[in-house]
Every structure is written in structure tokens, then in C-alpha cells.
């Protein structure tokens, strides 16, 4: 490998066929190419289906409520369904060593909110403190509501992102206080959220205050649980089937719903989703994975190809060298060491021209299902290595029998 | 210089088999120029191939300078093709992408020399071919008396005690082929054993000595008068 004098006949030979080496490098590079952009993009549609799905606790149980659609018990269909706090508390009674979080939701319709001259229209609900974590909602400013504010009524609110951005400017919102529906409320947080503006243009205040101040009574529109961790995605996806099929056998019963009813209780089951996603994660890396696996089949076979026609070109000169006194394993070492270097070398160039692409583009796409296109380093540097070490042995094979061949008969080759 | 006995040679050829060779004894002397003749297919180039180590014999014995060359593998086979012996082919063999001046200092770098003395040693030989100006050429800028120079200097390369050439004119015109022929007979004059297949009388007048072939046995091996090549150029 060292040996100089076979670098400068590899470098010679390579100078001297230049087709042959522009073609073999041009199969590698491309194949080599091919692959990684294949790669980043699956890659990038894989970041962005997941930065879609990001925005709320994985594992979350959201129950919302509709009519009624078969008649039950004597009642007619159409009845729509109203929860109860009642109906939360028994639930967080009954599962309370399996709930992690828990909250009722109680929605004020037509939110309006002022802070002086400014007024927008904004979807205000009366949450639970653990609701901070059922929506995933990093706080930038203050705190989120307590036990306390919950507790005592607390004329507290915490507003999203945009609601601080359209109401108060500049202005640092916390102690400030905002009009909602005519009634003041002290600003004491702002949040964010990963689920993006959408999740960012709410207003929380203590279910409580809430259900009190808005004549809400004891109505709560919906619930969200999460279960504690399991070990693992499949059992954390049995025990949330499991509580979702208890707690709507439960809500049915208390609200007088046929057992066989779809519509009137629902239970969003964001497990059951997760498990969609990650199968079609998985399906778009299997699908990635396939279509790259064939691309390098057919560098393989092409460097193969190339390394046959190479080969079988250069008997009769094979045939010259060992009559006058190469030896059969330099001629493999020939043959071998110039594959190696100019696939190695054409593997890198691919390599860095598509990492440089992705790059150069990929920062650039701006489409909802593509985010961040990229390759792991490693993975496509293995994929230059196995198509390294194809080619090799492609040059091995036939440049071996060429090799041993008498050099009668490799000199007769025409 | 070499010495055979009894040689046997057959080639098969899908259930037939052809003996070609059919039992050759045969000396040559160090410093000796010979001739072999015969008519096509009489098993001329067969018998080269084997003393040139590039194909070997079914029977009987071959001994180079004293080394008895039997059941050799390949690796000893290409020291051996390295170190005693010179090709010259009708064809010439010459690497196509490689200048004359690379294509004679290929056996030095077979014998692991370095580059730059490998080529010192190469311009000389070509030089000695009268070549100089022609070293950086590829094969096929050069004539065909060109190309068997550049030939006859790769053989000599090496510095072989004995050089084989078959039918090294046979492609050349009769101008060009006494050209070569003075120079081989030049060379066999520094002491070089050489052995040329032919099948032209007028060559084979040139050599030292010439051996009959004729279906796979010498028939005849005399001396001659050596005509001087260079009476004819
Ligand atoms: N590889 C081979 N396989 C089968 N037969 C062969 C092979 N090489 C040579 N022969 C046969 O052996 C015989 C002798 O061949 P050889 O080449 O030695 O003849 P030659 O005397 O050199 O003839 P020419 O003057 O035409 O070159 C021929 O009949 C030829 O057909
Ligand atoms: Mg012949």
C-alpha cells in the first residue's frame, strides 16, 4: 500500500485511461450521491412528520363529548352529552395511582381580551395546573396557574405567545392586568408552544374562576390524562387503550349512553396515534432504506461491470507484464489498488458533493412535511466503504484468474 | 546456455489431442545465434513458449545456465522470466498508454529497481536502438521497425542471458527487417545468447545456426556462414 513505486505506476495508469477511471468514478460518485440525497430527504420528511405531531404530550387522553346517536334506555338520539366536574373528579379518584397528570377543560366561548386600546378574540379556558404539561407549554415569562389561584378563585390568566405579541407589544405583560369579556384578569405568565402560533393564541385562567366568573357552573367541555411511564412503547400503549376503553364504558354508564354509541363520548387516544406515526415513521425509513439499498445494488453492480470490462481489457497486457516477470499477486495488486483508489475517491467526491448539497438546500425547503434534510455522517460513510470494498472484490475475482492464466494464453487474447 | 531433452508437448482440443512436440533434444552454447525454422503449425512458436518459460512442457527436461526448470510456480516462473530471459514478439506487445522510454523500463521495475535509475538504464537501451528522440512516443506514433526496437531494447532491459524473439520481422518489410536483424546481430556480438523463430530463409542466414522443424522433430541443425545484415541495409 505503501510502496511508491506502485503508487506511480497506479497514478500513471490512471493518467493515461482517463475514460475508463471517469466512468468507473462516475458510477461510484453518482450511485454514492443518489444515496445520500435519498437518505436526507427521507430524513428530512421523517423530522418534519414528527415536528407535526411534536406539540402536545405524547401519550395524552383527550375526552370531548357530542350527541347522542342511537336512542337508550328510553332516551331519544340527538341528547347531546354534557360533563360534569363530577365526572373528572371520579375518574382522577378512581385511576389515581395510574394518572400522571390530569385536567378538566372548561372552554369560555367568544373570549375576547383587552389590554387598553388593544382587543383581540381569543379561545380562553379554564384549565387545571397540570394542564402546562398536558400541553407541553414552556413558560417564557412568569408562572402557570397553581392549586392556589384554583383554590381561591384567583382572577389570574396565563397568555400565549401571540396574545402578548398583539396585545402588549413591547411591554413586559406580567402584573399587567387584561379585560376578558369585560371582567379584569392579572396577567401572571406567557407561554409558548411547540404546536406552533396556533396553540400560542389561547388564554388560561383557573378552571375554577372560570366556571364561576362565566357562569359555567359545574360544566367542564373536556378532560386530558396522561398515564404514568411503562418500560416500553407496547405496554405504555396497552395501559392507555386499557383506561380509554374503562373510562368510556365509565362516562356511557354515568350519562345514560348506548354501549354500542360512537359519537356521543370521545376519547382521543394520542398513543394510538403515536403508534400510526411512529409505523409510518418506520415505513418511510424502510422505504428510504430499500430504495437507497437498490441504489447501491446498482453501484455494485456497475463498479462490477466496469471492473469485468477493465479486467478483460487488459488480459493481453497482463499477459505482457507477467512475461516479463510480473508476478501474479502484483498483478492483483495492480488491478486492486487502482479500483480501490479511484472508487474510494469517487465514493468521496459523491459523499461530499450530496452532504454539500443537503447543506447548501436544505435550510432552504420550507414545505410542511420536509424539515432539515440530513444524513448521518457514519451511515454514508459506511455505504462508500461497502462500495469500496464491492468494488474490490469485483476487481478481485476476474483480475485473480487473469492472473493465474498462463501468459501464453493471456498474450493469444485479442 | 540451454539444454532440452526428449520434450513432449500436446495440446488438447476438445476430445482430440494434438502432439506438437515429439521429443526435442537441443543444446545452445552461451553466445550463440540460432535460427529455428519450419514450416507453419511445425511447433516453431510451442517450443519458444516453453524455453521462454511462458507455457510449459508435458515431458522431458529443460535446463537454463544449470537451473533445471521444472514444476515451477508462478511467482519463481516470473523471477526466472525476470532475470534470464528477453521476448521479442511479431506483434511486439508494446503497452499501448505507456511511452516507449516506460515501456522498456517496465522489467527493471519488475526487478523492484527505482524509478529513477529504471529509467537512466532505459534511455541507454533505447539509446542503443537508436531511439533517443523517440522515448517519450506512445507505441502507435511509432513505425513497425520502431515498435521492434522499442521491443528489442525491453528485452535486453533486463540484461537476460538469453534473448528469444519469434519471428520478429514478420511483420516488417525486408528493409526494416535487416535493420533489426543488424541490430540483434549487434547485440549477439556483445555475447548475447539469442534464439529467433523464422520461417525466411534470408533471415535465417543472418543467425549462427539453424535448426529444422517438422512435425514436432528436428530434422536438420547445422552451422552457417553468417551474412552480415548490414551488407543489405
Ligand atoms: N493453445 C493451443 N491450443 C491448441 N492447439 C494449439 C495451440 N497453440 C498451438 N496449437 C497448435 O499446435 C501446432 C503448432 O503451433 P505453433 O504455434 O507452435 O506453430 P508454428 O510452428 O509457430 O507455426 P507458425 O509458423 O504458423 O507460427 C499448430 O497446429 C497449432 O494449431
Ligand atoms: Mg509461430
Redesign the pocket.
Known sequence: MFDLERWEEIFETIRKNKLRTFLTGLSVASGIFILVILLGIGQGMRNGISAEFEQDAANILYVWTGRTAVEYKGLNPGRQIQLKNADFQSTAQKYIDELEYKSAVYRIWNGVVDYKKETGSYRVEGVLPDYQFLENTPLMQGRFLNYQDHQNYEKVAVIGKVVKNDLFKEVDPVGKYVEISGINFKVIGVFSDPGGEREENRVYVPLSTGQRVFNGQNNINNMAFTLGKEDNFESALAASNKFSAELQQFLKEQHSVAPEDTRAININNSLENAKRFYDLMDMIKFFFWGVGICTIIAGIVGVSNIMLIIVKERTREIGVRKALGAEPWSIVGMVLHESIFVTAIAGLVGLIGSLALLELVGPMIETNYIANPSVDFGVALTTVVILVVAGALAGFFPAYRAARIKP??AL?DE | MIEIKDLHKS???GSNT?H?LKGINFNVAEGELVSIM????????????ILGMLDEADQGSYTLDGVPIKNLNEKIAARYRNRFLGFVFQSFNLINYKTALDNVALPLYYQGMKRKERLERAMAYLDKVGLTAWAQHLPNELSGGQKQRVAIARALASDPKVLLA??PTGALDTKTSYEVMDLIQKINEEGRTILI?T?EHDIAEMTKRIVN?KDGVIIDDRKVDQVKALQHV
Open positions: 501464453i494464453v493469444r | 495440446y488438447k482440443t494434438l506438437v519450419g514450416s507453419s503449425g511445425s511447433g516453431k512458436s510451442t517450443l519458444l513458449n519469434d519471428e523463430v520461417h522443424l
